[in-house]
């Protein structure tokens, strides 16, 4: 192979002096860019990002303490007394890359002896971590201050360990309320995940139910810090600290009146099941109970196995039933049906439909709950006040049918959001035979349409739902949005920063003709209806509104109960109040809910304790011992 043997002179090239220029116009054109870049590089560096990497500077020579936020308190629509406060507590982190790796077992066992628990319980709140991380790893809580003493007074043999403020809350006022207050506890890693760039961090509390979740970053307020400036070794280069001081959340002024919340608390008593009472011309609600309930401090004290101990017992203790659990409305739901025939026209109010007791429809017989010989003729008024089965049996059946019955059930806001402020709040139930075939694959029969119409069936709803069906009554078509916050303030000078102002959540279409005939229904309901022997024994206020008795499959020979009304019958909807009250079945049956509302009207309008109402109604007779107490 032979290669071709060649020089290149820029010598002896035509327009050699010219190329040779083209060359240094280049090789000049790079040095002064490359110098241009450099210069802009620097100009970044030290003028726009100077700010950045000052910062990152001081980060780096830094020992930095977070210094916690007081969370905001929690105070009654009387805004007196905090039902939460905070109380002064501590926590004992652990940094692993403090920590020479061949003292970490003598590290951990010696701060376990202190802190009087297993070296295990350490070593599995910082198992997963890195061992060279410095990120503050916590591993006791609510720790006495006796023992941060003794830490500190040791903190030579205790290289890596660090302790902090950490307050606690105290739930002052426990019982029912525990399930709107809800309770707080330390961030998991699926929640810092999403609240991250929230400026939550891993030491954060944040709250886990009710309104605590539900309004976490307000109560939160913004954690300060506290500074030291050290050297490469870690050691105190200046005593003085730069100190950022802490923002404390705000303080949340509920809805909740606490009197009107014992009250109903004790009415309902040691009886699975909710009471609701709110004002229907704002949407306040005035008080919620749920039974049973739990002691919220059990978290905040870190009880070993709490939350396990509540989880598994059957009646579901952390379950409030005012809002996220779901019901039969039963024959409160015959307001509905009343209200949906009146708009429609259909039958004449007038129009009476024999009640023999029972019925016959395809394979079934179906018995009024009077049985035979049943209510006789009943005009719609009559069969309101009576909760005759039959009559809206028929009526559903033949006069509304299933979609019709859908409709004016949507009307009231069945089976959907009700949007109150609390987590998880259930939408309920209104089937329709669209609904039935796609999930049961099964066609709509007509005995479907009787078991609705009289709150039975596949229908389902939460207390405040129904609640709010009598408030859009009282309000004559319009349901204002159930909420439980009423007011933001500074924690410093008390200064309202937010108001809630009533909001629509639903307005009906129904005739306006049709709202005060359904009023003077309800009070002939109390007056002569099926609850007129309790609900009359009154005397302080003029109620007006419906029972309801639900079949429970699965529960031989018993029954929820049920009660919805509003008083003062014929005052301004500014002027009254609903009150809901359910007893579950697995309660003895004692059709307790209707002696319960009175109790609470009674509570309300005479400005009574339970115990003064219950006096004055003479109902102290009805009062039975029960095992049960949280």
């Known amino acids: 192979m032979q290669f071709t043997n060649f020089s290149f002179d820029l010598k002896k090239q035509p327009g050699s002096g010219k190329s040779k220029t083209h060359i240094l116009f280049i090789f000049s054109f790079l040095i002064v860019l490359t110098f241009a870049v450099y210069i802009l590089k620097l100009f970044s560096m030290q003028i726009i990002e100077g700010n950045r990497y000052k910062k990152q500077s001081h980060t780096i020579s830094q020992r930095l303490r977070v210094i916690p936020a007081q969370r905001g308190e929690i105070f009654d629509r009387n805004a007196t007394l905090p039902m939460v406060v905070n109380n002064d507590s501590f926590a004992v982190d652990i940094t692993p890359g403090e920590i020479p790796e061949d003292k970490k077992d003598g590290v951990y066992a010696r701060l376990a002896s202190y802190l009087g628990i297993p070296k295990s319980q350490i070593d599995a709140k910082t198992a997963g971590h890195k061992k060279n991380s410095y990120t503050a790893i916590e591993v006791a809580s609510n720790v006495p201050f006796q023992v941060i003493?003794?830490?500190a007074e040791n903190s030579f043999d205790l290289p890596g360990v660090s302790r902090r403020s950490k307050p606690i809350r105290n739930y002052v006022e426990t019982g029912s309320l525990a399930h709107i207050v809800g309770y707080v506890g330390d961030i998991t890693k699926?929640?810092?995940k999403v609240l991250y760039n929230k400026g939550y961090t891993n030491t954060s509390i944040i709250g886990k139910t009710g309104i605590e979740k539900q309004y976490d970053e307000l109560l939160q307020g913004k954690?300060?810090?506290?500074s030291h400036t050290v050297d490469v070794k870690g050691r105190l280069v200046s005593e003085e600290p730069v100190i950022t001081p802490p923002i404390s959340g705000r303080d949340l002024i509920l809805?909740?009146?606490t009197k009107i919340q014992t009250l109903a608390e004790k009415a309902l008593g040691e009886r699975v099941g909710a009471v609701v009472v709110l004002k229907p011309a704002s949407g306040?609600?005035?008080?919620?109970?749920?039974?049973?309930?739990f002691d919220p401090n059990l978290f905040s004290t870190g009880t070993s196995g709490a939350y396990s101990k509540l989880a598994n017992d059957p009646l579901k203790p952390l379950l409030n039933r005012a809002v996220n659990a779901v019901y039969p409305p039963a024959s409160t739901f015959k307001t509905i049906m009343t209200a949906a025939l009146l708009a429609e026209g259909s039958i004449s109010p007038d129009k009476k439909i024999e009640c023999k007791g029972k019925m016959d429809y395809g394979d079934r017989l179906f018995h009024c709950h009077i049985g035979v010989p049943g209510h006789g003729y009943m005009n719609l008024k009559n069969a309101l006040a009576q909760s005759c089965n039959i009559y809206f049996w028929t009526a559903g059946r033949d006069y509304l049918g299933v979609d019709r019955i859908a409709f004016y059930s949507k009307e009231f806001g069945l089976g959907q959001n009700l949007s109150i402020d609390l987590p998880g709040s259930e939408k309920g139930?209104?089937?329709?035979?669209?609904w039935k075939e796609r999930v049961y694959h099964e066609k709509w029969l007509g005995g479907d349409t009787m078991s609705m119409s009289?709150?039975?069936?596949?229908t389902l709803v939460t207390p405040l739902h129904i609640a709010n069906v009598m408030a859009m009554f009282v309000n004559e078509g319009v349901i204002y949005k159930p909420h439980l916050l009423k007011e933001v303030r500074d924690p410093v000078s008390s200064e309202v920063i937010q108001r809630v102002k009533p909001e629509i959540l639903f307005k009906s279409k129904i005739p306006e003709n049709v709202w005060p005939v359904m009023k003077e229904y309800l009070r002939y309901m109390v007056t002569d209806g099926t609850a007129q022997g309790v609900l009359m024994k009154n005397k302080a206020v003029a109620i007006a509104g419906k029972t309801g008795t639900a079949e429970v499959s699965g529960i031989d020979k018993s029954w929820h109960s049920w009660f919805v009304g509003y008083g003062p019958y014929d005052a301004d909807p500014e002027d009254a109040v609903v009150v809901c009250v359910l007893v579950e079945a697995v309660n003895p049956w004692e059709w307790w809910a209707p002696y319960a509302s009175t109790i609470i009207f009674q509570g309300i309008f005479a400005n009574q304790t339970y115990d003064e109402a219950l006096d004055a109604l003479r109902f102290r007779y009805l009062i039975k011992p029960s095992g049960r107490q949280e």
Not at 429 to 434: F, K, V
């Open 284 to 293: 306040e609600i005035l008080a919620m109970v749920s039974y049973p309930y």
């Open 223 to 226: 954690p300060g810090s506290e």
């Open 454 to 458: 009289i709150g039975q069936g596949y």
């Open 255 to 257: 809805t909740l009146d």
């Open 149 to 151: 003493s003794n830490i």
């Open 190 to 192: 699926e929640e810092l």
């Open 429 to 434: 139930l209104i089937p329709n035979a669209r």
